[in-house]
């Protein structure tokens, strides 16, 4: 498989491309962290646009050490004032043990795959809260960064604050 679809659209896109020198602050002064989940909308499931806020995934939308990386450049340097953790309902990370998806990615790969990590997460609600913490407890996050935790339904575009 090529990518001259995704160039074809991509030259498209360039055609009615409006952002050039463009900052690279978050206008909204927002960061989402959330999982790759393709169901996700970022953006759009905050009335956001490109421009507005600093995004970073990961499996699970976890906070690990380079989540962390990213929110203290985005807070000291990206204008950002307002840090979402979104993990979502039915994630493969919260709804699989480790050796369940190790064996799902064996049966995929043809080879073993028990020596890769995966980060499961057993309750996800308690794992948010440890992850809100994470972010708030940080030395260079100051006080003044609120910092919210809320799990995405992907079944009804709604997000439940909790914490
Ligand atoms: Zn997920």
Known sequence: MSFNDLLE??????????????DGVAHAGVAIVTCMDSRIDPLGMLGLKPGDAKIFRNP???????????????VHLLKVERVLIVPHTRCAVAS?????????VAAS??????????????????????DVQKVHSHPLV???????????????GLLDQKY
């Open 60 to 74: 699970g939308g976890r906070i690990t050490p380079q989540a962390l990386e990213a929110l203290v450049l985005a």
């Open 96 to 104: 699989n043990t480790e050796a369940e998806l190790r064996a799902q």
């Open 109 to 130: 790969a043809g080879i073993d795959a028990s020596w890769q990590p995966f980060s499961v997460i057993s309750d996800q609600v308690a794992a948010l809260g440890e």
């Open 9 to 22: 659209a991509n030259r498209e896109f360039a055609a009615h491309f409006d952002l050039a020198g463009f």
């Open 142 to 156: 100051p006080d003044s960064i609120e910092v919210g935790g809320f799990l995405y339904d992907v079944d009804t």
